[in-house]
């Protein structure tokens, strides 16, 4: 931890007092998360099925209409433009077999998530967390086309890499935005400092809670690895989506290139998603 050694000026028995307060406190601060609510277990439940070659339709549809919210919001999803169905969708069924498991996951996930952030919504740092983590999913999609990976899962990656800062603006509320007030440097160490433990660290700690599988939770916990989530993490903060709020103007980019097509594709998919969810600037999901 950062800040547990002795501090210039004191007395060594005064240093020990201080590292065992500080341990103390980034204890209770890590129990905190721990008693964070759990995440849709029928999200995790659909995550871990993904890549099953026998999974039936019915299977999944019966999964889902465990929860009803989650049932709701698929249909009210599946029926947007976001989705783009060519047909009205009026069953869990029919739009797991029309959209597939796969998508059908993603849609489920954010709706979980942004479920799981409820009581945060209302905060102004919130929208800009969202907006990365949202822009970030979908610039991973960008890059999982063009190397013929899963879509769905690349999006997956890009919805939960950041869970643990997400996690820790729930736990911590306006102590976790004040860190954001100071700009973006030394900001992990800052979070290390202000409550004994980072954001990484934190993100490791919800994956376990919430039984992510390890392939979906591998960019949470590690800070961008796979590198799929990396890139698209970089992609989404150099087009106005990053977790700090963009200069205004945002820098001028060559027209054309990959960097210019990802933020006007961002630009246009963020809103119809935003929209779809429920969420324009700091409106409740």
Same mark, same amino acid.
């Given at each position: 931890?950062?800040?547990?050694?002795?501090?210039?000026?004191?007395?060594?028995?005064?240093?020990?007092?201080?590292?065992?307060?500080?341990?103390? !406190?980034?204890?209770?601060? +890590?129990?905190?998360?721990?008693?964070?609510?759990?995440?849709?277990?029928?999200?995790? =439940?659909?995550? $871990?099925?993904?890549?099953?070659?026998?999974?039936?339709?019915?299977?999944?549809?019966?999964?889902?209409?465990?929860?009803?919210?989650?049932?709701?919001?698929?249909?009210?999803?599946? !029926?947007?433009?976001?989705?783009?169905? =060519?047909?009205?969708?009026?069953?869990?069924?029919?739009?797991?077999?029309?959209?597939?498991?796969?998508?059908?996951? +993603?849609?489920?996930?954010?709706?979980?998530?942004?479920?799981?952030?409820?009581?945060?919504?209302?905060?102004?740092?919130?929208?800009?967390?969202?907006? @990365?983590?949202? +822009? $970030?999913?979908?610039?991973?999609?960008?890059?999982?086309?063009?190397?013929?990976?899963?879509?769905?899962?690349?999006?997956?990656?890009?919805?939960? @890499?950041?869970?643990?800062?997400?996690?820790?603006?729930?736990?911590?509320?306006?102590?976790?935005?004040?860190?954001?007030? !100071?700009?973006?440097?030394?900001?992990?160490?800052?979070?290390?400092? =202000?409550?004994?433990?980072?954001?990484?660290?934190?993100?490791?700690?919800?994956?376990?809670?919430?039984?992510?599988?390890?392939?979906?939770?591998?960019?949470?916990?590690?800070?961008?690895?796979?590198?799929?989530?990396?890139? +698209?993490?970089?992609?989404? $903060?150099?087009?106005?989506?990053?977790?700090?709020?963009?200069?205004?103007?945002?820098?001028?980019?060559?027209?054309?290139?990959?960097?210019?097509?990802?933020?006007?594709?961002? !630009?246009?998919?963020?809103?119809?998603?935003?929209?779809?969810?429920?969420? $324009?600037?700091?409106?409740?999901?």
């Amino acid at each position: 931890m950062v800040g547990l050694g002795t501090t210039s000026g004191r007395s060594p028995a005064s240093g020990a007092g201080s590292s065992a307060s500080k341990r103390k !406190n980034g204890s209770g601060m +890590a129990k905190s998360i721990s008693q964070l609510p759990a995440f849709s277990p029928v999200a995790v =439940r659909l995550m $871990t099925m993904l890549g099953q070659e026998d999974l039936r339709y019915r299977e999944v549809a019966e999964i889902l209409q465990v929860d009803a919210a989650l049932t709701t919001g698929l249909l009210r999803l599946a !029926n947007t433009a976001m989705v783009g169905s =060519r047909y009205p969708v009026s069953s869990v069924m029919q739009a797991v077999a029309l959209l597939g498991v796969e998508r059908v996951s +993603a849609l489920v996930a954010t709706l979980s998530l942004g479920s799981f952030l409820g009581p945060v919504t209302k905060m102004p740092v919130f929208a800009q967390f969202w907006r @990365h983590n949202l +822009a $970030t999913a979908l610039a991973a999609t960008v890059y999982a086309q063009k190397l013929n990976m899963d879509t769905d899962q690349a999006y997956l990656h890009g919805l939960l @890499h950041d869970i643990g800062r997400l996690g820790m603006l729930m736990a911590f509320r306006d102590q976790y935005a004040a860190l954001y007030s !100071n700009g973006a440097e030394d900001l992990v160490s800052r979070e290390r400092e =202000r409550f004994g433990f980072d954001h990484v660290q934190a993100g490791g700690w919800l994956a376990i809670l919430w039984n992510l599988p390890p392939a979906i939770a591998e960019p949470s916990v590690t800070d961008g690895s796979p590198l799929l989530a990396e890139f +698209a993490c970089n992609a989404a $903060t150099t087009a106005g989506y990053g977790i700090l709020p963009p200069p205004d103007p945002l820098p001028e980019l060559e027209p054309g290139s990959p960097e210019s097509n990802i933020r006007e594709f961002l !630009n246009e998919r963020v809103t119809l998603y935003e929209k779809a969810y429920g969420l $324009t600037g700091n409106a409740a999901l």
